[in-house]
T-cell receptor
Framework: GIQVEQSPPDLILQEGANSTLRCNFS?????LQWFHQNPWGQLINLFY???GTKQNGRLSATTVATERYSLLYISSSQTTDSGVYFC?????????????FGQGTILTVHP | DTGVSQDPRHKITKRGQNVTFRCDPI?????LYWYRQTLGQGPEFLTY????????KSRLLSDRFSAERPKGSFSTLEIQRTEQGDSAMYLC???????????????FGSGTRLTVV
């Protein structure tokens, strides 16, 4: 099956710093989503981005489907950004929403 | 209807007991998914329903696991003869879909954390 790798596994920042999280995937995808899992375990959908670039406030994401990677940018980080960020894909040829997740990036933002 | 609801939030059970979890999806969503997440890992797909039909089951779903979605509304996940390895967070999600594979409104519940002692 499709493989999803995220880097870095851990990231520690001071409040106000910028960061870039990366997601590599091994095959073509129909869907790609970025999620934030908060300390209570809730997964929040940040972006649906199988290709192109999107921005939402301090967050933006870019997916280059032909090169099989996606990037999540966090600018001016805040302590509330802490948590685990997951990239998840739906493999090409799958007609429904079976998501394959990466291992996640654990982000800690210190005040 | 504000989101996907899961019940209970936490469950502690003795090894060998049966447990059942419930998921109430967003009412207009016809697709429902179950995932399992162990500590330090990303969620792993277990099974998928379109309306009341269970259309795919992962190899992770052993014969001790069964899921249902009667009438295409809420879903239940039952684990029989629980083992310590079943300890995990069980997540439910729902979505709409399209013929082109676009997923609309993919939303996760808060999960049920199972601890088998």
């Amino acid at each position: 099956g499709i493989q999803v790798e995220q880097s870095p596994p851990d990231l520690i920042l001071q409040e106000g710093a910028n960061s870039t999280l990366r997601c590599n995937f091994s095959d073509s995808v129909n869907n790609l989503q970025w999620f934030h899992q908060n300390p209570w375990g809730q997964l929040i959908n940040l972006f649906y981005i199988p290709s192109g670039t999107k921005q939402n406030g301090r967050l933006s994401a870019t997916t280059v489907a032909t090169e099989r990677y996606s990037l999540l940018y966090i600018s001016s980080s805040q302590t509330t950004d802490s948590g685990v960020y997951f990239c998840a894909v739906v493999a090409g040829g799958t007609s429904y929403g079976k998501l394959t997740f990466g291992q996640g990036t654990i982000l800690t933002v210190h005040p | 209807d504000t989101g996907v609801s899961q019940d209970p939030r936490h469950k502690i059970t003795k090894r060998g007991q049966n447990v059942t979890f419930r998921c109430d999806p967003i009412s207009e969503h016809n697709r429902l998914y179950w995932y399992r997440q162990t500590l330090g890992q990303g969620p792993e797909f277990l099974t998928y329903f379109q309306n009341e039909a269970q259309l795919e089951k992962s190899r992770l779903l052993s014969d001790r696991f069964s899921a249902e979605r009667p009438k295409g509304s809420f879903s239940t996940l039952e684990i029989q003869r629980t083992e310590q390895g079943d300890s995990a967070m069980y997540l439910c999600a729902s979505s709409l879909g399209s013929m082109r594979g676009r997923l609309y409104g993919y939303t996760f519940g808060s999960g049920t954390r199972l601890t088998v002692v």
